[in-house]
């Protein structure tokens, strides 16, 4: 039998939070060079995990000013984060099972500063350490 699977699109790893705007209708806010090399669309729903805090929550994306490297939390979730923290953003797509193993996400990898530094199509070797500073 086959069917679908929820796999890891793509993974923005240790984006830093430049604004937590409590006042903002929600979402996060991605410079959108950032957002084109995750593959990411505005409106796109993401799940943001907290390396500072180890909170967790869902928002979707709203596409920053190009070049701007703005990481922004925005509305309830401007509790979750504050300035600073570092972030991990991941996406999700469905795929046949048969598909899956086959797989590869966009793993995009940022600086404090919210620069690239890396980009790579594949899972995280097990045991391996990316340096993101």
């Known amino acids: 039998m086959n069917g679908f699977i929820s796999v890891l699109k793509s993974k923005i790893h240790g984006a830093s939070v430049v604004e937590s705007r409590l006042d903002y209708d929600g979402s996060i806010t991605i410079d ?3 957002v084109k090399e995750a593959g990411l669309i505005p409106g796109e729903r993401v799940l943001v995990a907290n390396l500072t805090n180890g909170n967790r929550f869902e928002t979707y994306v709203i596409e920053g000013t190009p070049g701007s ?3 922004a939390v925005n509305g309830a979730a401007a509790h979750l984060a504050d300035p600073g923290d570092r972030l991990i953003i991941m996406s999700f797509k469905f795929v046949e ?3 899956a193993l086959n797989h590869r996400p ?3 990898y940022l600086d ?3 620069e690239i530094v890396a980009v790579k199509e ?3 070797e097990e045991r391996s350490v990316v340096s993101i500073d």
């Open 32 to 34: 959108s060079k950032i």
């Open 122 to 124: 594949a899972y995280p």
């Open 97 to 99: 099972e048969s598909q």
């Open 106 to 108: 966009r793993m995009v």
């Open 69 to 71: 490297r703005i990481i």
């Open 112 to 114: 404090r500063n919210n």
